[in-house]
């Protein structure tokens, strides 16, 4: 079955950097765009980007353009999330998810998404 | 971006009922709007895709309907383990935006 199981909770302090990782089963992993998704506390969902695990192509979102970076390892169906520059209002669950195969681009499974705090 | 835009914010009904959920979007998106369920604590999880397809596992009495600027989601006849924040996603455009959220809850 497709699962998406990532790291754990984090805490860094402001300025800090922070790599969230997405480690993938049973599917082809370089078949699915995987995007990237956080929701701050109490709040709704952002998309942050997304990358292409084939060929490691990525699109990021405005917001975050210099302060993000995701990469993969194919080796190990592994994909990554590296956000820098940390503010505490990055304070968010983060999300990896699968984008679908049926052109719809929705994303049909999803990770379990790690609390990132940002405090001093 | 595409702004979507949900109604109502919050609402409660009680088991049995008939719930209904819409999303209106700033410009057409045409039919490439899904739905997702959101328990406390829980990751999202795919409802509704392009508008009106069933995810794979989806209880039948979840429904989406609409084209272009305004969408639906329907339950049909609620159940306690509805309990959950439903968000409307569009992807016709990139950067691909959400809904603000919908909490559903039971009376």
């Known amino acids: 079955q497709v699962q998406l199981v990532q790291s754990g909770a984090e805490v860094r302090k402001p300025g800090a950097s922070v790599k969230v990782s997405c480690k993938t089963s049973?599917?082809?992993?370089?078949?699915?765009?995987l995007h990237w998704v956080r929701q701050a506390p109490g709040q709704g969902l952002e998309w942050m980007g997304w990358?292409?695990?084939?060929?490691?192509?990525?699109?990021?979102t405005q917001k975050f353009q210099g302060r993000v970076s995701m990469t993969r390892d194919t080796s190990i169906s592994t994909a990554f999330m590296e956000l820098s520059s940390l503010k505490s209002d990055d304070t968010a669950v983060y999300y990896c998810?699968?984008?679908?195969?049926f052109g719809s681009g929705s994303l049909d499974f999803w990770g379990q998404g790690p609390l990132v705090t940002v405090s001093s | 971006d595409i702004q979507m835009t949900q109604s109502p914010s919050s609402l409660s009904a009680s088991v049995g009922d008939r719930v209904t959920i819409t999303c209106r979007a700033s410009?057409?998106?045409?039919?490439?709007l899904n739905w997702y369920q959101q328990k406390p604590g829980k990751a999202p999880q795919l409802l509704i895709y392009?508008?009106?397809n069933l995810h794979s596992g989806v209880p039948s009495r979840f429904s989406g309907s609409g084209y272009g600027t305004d969408f639906t989601l329907t339950i049909s006849s609620l159940r306690p383990e509805d309990v959950a924040t439903y968000y409307c996603?569009?992807?016709?455009?990139?950067?691909?935006?959400f809904g603000q959220g919908a909490k559903l809850e039971i009376k």
């Open positions: 996603q569009q992807t016709y455009i990139t950067p691909p935006t």
């Open positions: 410009q057409s998106i045409v039919i490439y």
């Open positions: 990358i292409n695990p084939n060929n490691g192509a990525t699109n990021y």
């Open positions: 998810a699968r984008r679908d195969s």
């Open positions: 392009g508008a009106t």
């Open positions: 049973g599917y082809t992993f370089t078949s699915y765009y």
